[in-house]
């Protein structure tokens, strides 16, 4: 009984050194840091592992995350250069780079840059109109990215990206906007509408167009054909006569054959309507002596 009150005071101090060493161990998670004052000046900037911090000497000032932050902040009311007053609310993504800047930096750190995006927002609103800050969305991020980046490196901070997240002109503004979108629509649907009825009406007289030059070629086509086939006929026609009297000078006719053909040919005109002949005298000697062996030979028979 008495070893254990004498040890009592020894295993006293054993828990207080081992509670004091426990209370004193921080272990510095992922995207983390910690900035340690010593003396209540700064001493270190704890990163990610584990560290040991001198009781009552040391003291952690602050625990800053380096993971990407955003800032929404609320309508700021700004003039543009036409003096239209309208509200304009961004949202602000920053990533703090170094933590003692951060923690010595400025006071206030989130507060100061929600005032300074205000300031930026009014001085870049003011040198546009109204249109030009409704569709410069993309300008008016990169210049207030581009001024507040530069203004926060002191304090360890980086501005990654600015986004105008919504634009609110005045309610007359509004009305009078869309009123102009609407007549605008209406403006393109007219157009589109009369530029249809302009390629209906060019189609239509192009295919009337062609349909009378198709039926005037066919018709073309055909008198060709028709000529053609009467040029062919007559073309046969004279080489029949051609060849016909080639034949009959080939076989040198005498002059009583060529008086019988004469005679024929006389007799086929007479076969027709006319109702004068008149026959050359060969002929007529020529027949007068086919009548004369006509009648000799009726005689024999008789």
């Given at each position: 009984?008495?070893?254990?009150?004498?040890?009592?005071?020894?295993?006293?101090?054993v828990?207080?050194?081992v509670?004091l060493?426990?209370?004193?161990?921080?272990?510095v998670?992922?995207?983390?840091?910690?900035?340690?004052e010593?003396l209540?000046a700064y001493?270190?900037?704890w990163?990610?592992?584990l560290?040991?911090?001198i009781?009552?000497?040391?003291?952690?000032?602050?625990k800053?995350?380096?993971k990407?932050?955003?800032l929404?902040?609320p309508p700021q009311p700004?003039?543009?250069r036409?003096?239209?007053?309208?509200?304009?609310?961004t949202?602000?993504?920053?990533?703090?780079?170094?933590?003692?800047?951060?923690?010595?930096?400025?006071e206030?750190?989130?507060?100061?840059i929600?005032?300074?995006t205000?300031?930026?927002?009014r001085n870049?609103?003011g040198?546009?109109?109204?249109?030009?800050?409704l569709?410069?969305?993309?300008?008016?991020?990169?210049?207030i990215?581009i001024?507040l980046?530069?203004a926060?490196d002191?304090?360890?901070i980086?501005?990654n990206?600015?986004?105008?997240?919504?634009?609110?002109p005045p309610r007359?503004i509004?009305?009078a906007m869309?009123?102009?979108?609407?007549?605008?629509?209406e403006?393109?649907?007219?157009i589109i509408?009369?530029?249809g009825?302009k390629?209906?009406?060019?189609l239509?007289?192009?295919?009337?167009k062609?349909?009378?030059i198709?039926?005037?070629e066919?018709q073309?086509?055909?008198?060709?054909?028709?000529a053609?086939?009467q040029?062919?006929?007559?073309r046969?026609?004279?080489?029949?006569?051609?060849?016909?009297?080639r034949?009959l000078n080939?076989?040198?006719?005498?002059?009583?054959?060529l008086a019988?053909?004469s005679?024929?040919?006389?007799?086929?005109?007479?076969d027709g309507?006319?109702?004068?002949?008149?026959?050359?005298?060969e002929?007529?000697?020529?027949?007068?002596?086919?009548?004369?062996?006509s009648?000799v030979?009726?005689?024999?028979?008789?």
């Amino acid at each position: 009984m008495s070893f254990i009150l004498s040890s009592l005071p020894v295993l006293l101090i054993v828990v207080l050194v081992v509670s004091l060493i426990a209370t004193n161990i921080r272990i510095v998670p992922q995207a983390h840091a910690y900035v340690i004052e010593r003396l209540g000046a700064y001493n270190e900037t704890w990163n990610v592992g584990l560290h040991f911090k001198i009781p009552v000497i040391d003291k952690i000032s602050r625990k800053v995350s380096l993971k990407e932050h955003v800032l929404d902040f609320p309508p700021q009311p700004v003039i543009t250069r036409d003096n239209v007053t309208m509200e304009i609310d961004t949202v602000i993504y920053y990533q703090i780079t170094d933590p003692k800047l951060f923690t010595y930096g400025v006071e206030m750190p989130l507060s100061a840059i929600e005032n300074l995006t205000a300031t930026t927002l009014r001085n870049i609103i003011g040198d546009l109109e109204l249109d030009s800050t409704l569709t410069g969305r993309e300008i008016i991020n990169t210049k207030i990215r581009i001024v507040l980046d530069e203004a926060t490196d002191p304090w360890g901070i980086k501005i990654n990206r600015v986004e105008v997240k919504n634009i609110l002109p005045p309610r007359d503004i509004q009305v009078a906007m869309e009123k102009q979108m609407r007549a605008e629509r209406e403006r393109r649907e007219a157009i589109i509408r009369a530029e249809g009825e302009k390629r209906s009406a060019i189609l239509v007289a192009e295919g009337q167009k062609e349909a009378v030059i198709l039926e005037a070629e066919g018709q073309k086509q055909s008198a060709i054909r028709q000529a053609e086939g009467q040029s062919e006929a007559i073309r046969l026609v004279q080489q029949a006569t051609a060849d016909g009297i080639r034949m009959l000078n080939e076989s040198d006719p005498t002059q009583k054959i060529l008086a019988l053909k004469s005679l024929d040919a006389f007799v086929k005109a007479a076969d027709g309507k006319a109702t004068k002949i008149i026959i050359p005298s060969e002929i007529q000697g020529l027949a007068g002596l086919a009548t004369g062996i006509s009648e000799v030979l009726k005689n024999q028979q008789e």
